[in-house]
């Protein structure tokens, strides 16, 4: 679930990317694009590389622009993991970073973004974050979900999600490999009370929407339509 794939193409972050602003909520450091003013609000939750890959933050400005009032909270504290530190290998740093530490955080955000009267609020995993969102999802915590390139995901998780999801899947993933993902689609559709929309991007590999060169518009293409196909999701249900 969490292999060498997992890890692969590593962002170059970057504290000061985006238009928004740091702000903390709920005890968490948290990106924040859009008018707080905005109702619904969109929790981002990140891959194993955190808050900082202006990439992800670019998709939080992009929905800000859209209406939403999104929250990207640094779920790692500071550290996000270091494919450069040999010594501290993806299944060492998973084990103080758990998905389901972050899970907890982020019923306390959303427990926040209520306290600012917002009541309809979704959710969008990247890999790790993917966990973390269909945990959300389980429950009525949140009113929409979207799992990108998800790691961590099961069939007995998606057998019991309660809210509309999207999955949104790549072609080229050892992480969660077409096959599971398909998986994924028979059980929604054996749940027709649960809106579900499952797609799986040919020619990308695992972390495409968030991982990917900006001046490379073979990357940027895919990377913009599963943009676009999260923005529809939520405006459709929230």
Same mark, same amino acid.
């Given at each position: ?45 990140p891959d194993v590389f955190g808050y900082e890959n202006p990439n992800l933050r670019n998709k939080a400005d992009k929905l800000a622009a859209a209406g939403f009032y999104v929250v990207v909270p640094d779920f ?47 959710? #969008? ?44 899947? #790549? ?6 490999p077409p096959e599971l993902v398909k998986q994924f689609e028979e059980v929604l559709k054996s749940k027709p009370e649960v809106d579900a929309l499952v797609k799986i991007f040919p020619g990308v590999a695992h ?32």
């Amino acid at each position: 679930m969490s292999g060498p794939q997992c890890c692969e193409n590593p962002p170059t972050l970057n504290p000061c990317s985006g238009v928004g602003h740091i702000e903390e909520i709920a005890g968490l450091k948290s990106y924040v694009s859009g008018s707080s003013g905005s109702n619904p609000a969109l929790l981002l939750v990140p891959d194993v590389f955190g808050y900082e890959n202006p990439n992800l933050r670019n998709k939080a400005d992009k929905l800000a622009a859209a209406g939403f009032y999104v929250v990207v909270p640094d779920f790692f504290h500071g550290d996000p993991f270091d494919q450069d530190n040999t010594e501290r290998p993806i299944q060492v740093w998973l084990q103080e970073h758990g998905t389901d530490k972050g899970y907890e955080e982020a019923k306390a955000v959303i427990e926040a973004l209520k306290q600012k009267g917002i009541s309809k609020i979704g959710a #969008a995993g990247y890999c790790w974050g993917a966990k973390v969102v269909v945990q959300l999802g389980l429950c009525d915590y949140i009113q929409a979900a979207v799992l990108l390139h998800p790691g961590f995901v099961t069939v007995d998780d998606i057998k019991a999600i309660k809210v509309p999801i999207a999955v949104l899947g #790549a072609e080229i993933d050892q992480v969660s490999p077409p096959e599971l993902v398909k998986q994924f689609e028979e059980v929604l559709k054996s749940k027709p009370e649960v809106d579900a929309l499952v797609k799986i991007f040919p020619g990308v590999a695992h972390g495409w929407s968030v991982r990917y060169d900006p001046q490379d518009p073979v990357a940027v293409k895919p990377a913009e339509e599963a943009y676009q196909d999260t923005l529809t999701w939520f405006t459709k249900h929230l």
